[in-house]
């Protein structure tokens, strides 16, 4: 038996973090339709029917900027009632940090630009942009944050690389 209801619409963000000499900017598209045409917007769109999200993550960043081959990590859902003006729309979050800018890049799709801003000058964001990137931004702070008090228990200097090594010695024992 199927019961008839309204459903909200899913879609998926991708906030992509970078560092361009030692300033971390962030990627963000130009919209090119309504709603907030020619406002700036985390990359992103709708789900799918069928879709995985991380598949939708993948193929919306990729249509929208060229960038591909990229590793996700969900980061949170936001879901209010009025966060998009065409409905009741959730949203899937996905986040990274890429270690440099990455090169060709481009608007396309439904975006007519694709561009880095540095986090400490971002322009007016479409929807509810500006709540979803402060969040990820203290995110990202909080990460740094435990990464580097964590290192600092070491004596010396010791690369990720390193780190990872120690990790998997510790659990085989």
């Known amino acids: 038996m199927s019961i008839d209801y309204p459903k909200p619409s899913v879609t998926v963000d991708t906030i992509i973090f970078a560092l361009a000499e030692e300033e971390i900017k962030i990627l963000l598209i130009k919209r090119k ?3 907030f045409a020619g406002k700036w917007a985390i990359p992103g769109g709708f789900v799918e ?8 993550a993948c193929r919306e960043l990729e249509e929208e900027t060229g960038l591909k081959n990229v590793t996700l990590t969900q980061f949170y ?3 209010d009632p009025g966060r ?3 409905g009741h729309t959730i949203t ?8 440099k800018l990455p090169g060709d890049l481009a608007g396309a799709d439904d975006a007519d630009d694709a561009k880095w801003f ?8 479409a929807f509810d942009h500006d709540v979803v990137l402060d969040a990820a931004i203290k995110d990202l702070y909080n990460r740094i944050e435990i ?4 290192t600092d228990f070491f004596s010396g200097e010791l690369n990720l690389y390193q780190l990872r090594n120690l990790k998997k010695n510790l659990k085989t024992l």
């Open 118 to 125: 540095p986090i400490n000058a971002l322009p007016e964001l």
């Open 77 to 79: 859902t936001y879901g």
């Open 33 to 35: 339709y309504p709603p």
């Open 49 to 56: 029917v069928g879709e995985a999200l991380s598949t939708a």
């Open 84 to 86: 998009d003006p065409r």
């Open 147 to 150: 990464t580097t008090k964590n």
């Open 92 to 99: 899937i979050t996905y986040h990274t940090f890429l270690a």
